[in-house]
């Protein structure tokens, strides 16, 4: 069965935490073991984090909108901001690139959700803003005993 759910919050930094743990209570219902239910908040926390930092400039007026969609087995997230926007995604993407070194970034965020997750998709347009899509399968755990 499909089930879907979307927050909508202010751009600052003390909602990172709200947001991580929604989305982890929220995936509960697939039953991930303690190693996928740590990747999937910490992913939430790096693109929220790069929403509020690179897409707002830490503007509190903004929002960020989070969708997941959970199925039988697996999850998605988009976590979209209509902020700055990414000039060259695959750059972006690149470990240990970033544009904020002076706040001692360390240009290692999409490396870990690229990790952490099974795809990765980023959509972003200078001006307008940036989506981050991301799909993680998690192990069917429940299922062991009868399929
Ligand atoms: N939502 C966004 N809006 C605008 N630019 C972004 C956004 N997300 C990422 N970026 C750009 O992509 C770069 C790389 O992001 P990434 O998360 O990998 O590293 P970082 O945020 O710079 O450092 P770290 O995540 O390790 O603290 C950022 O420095 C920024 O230029
Ligand atoms: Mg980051």
């Known amino acids: 069965m499909k089930n879907e759910m979307k927050l909508e919050f202010s751009a600052v930094s003390e909602n ?4 991580r743990v929604s989305v982890g209570a929220f995936a509960a219902q697939l039953d991930p073991n303690m190693d996928e239910l740590t ?3 910490t992913v939430v926390s790096e693109a929220v ?3 509020i930092i690179h897409g707002y400039h830490e ?3 903004s929002t960020i909108i989070i969708m997941v969609q959970i199925d039988s087995d697996a999850i998605e997230i988009s976590i979209k901001d209509n ?5 060259n995604i695959d750059k972006a993407r690149e470990p240990l690139f970033t544009t904020k070194p002076e706040l001692e970034r360390s240009g290692m965020g999409f490396t870990i959700m690229e990790n952490f997750m099974d795809e990765v998709e980023i959509t972003s347009e200078p001006g307008r803003g940036t989506t981050v899509y991301m799909k993680k399968k998690l192990a069917r755990r429940r299922q062991s005993l009868f399929n």
């Open 49 to 51: 984090t790069n929403a």
């Open 39 to 41: 990747e999937l908040k």
């Open 16 to 19: 990172e935490a709200f947001a």
């Open 83 to 87: 902020g700055a926007g990414i000039d």
């Open 59 to 61: 503007n509190p007026a």
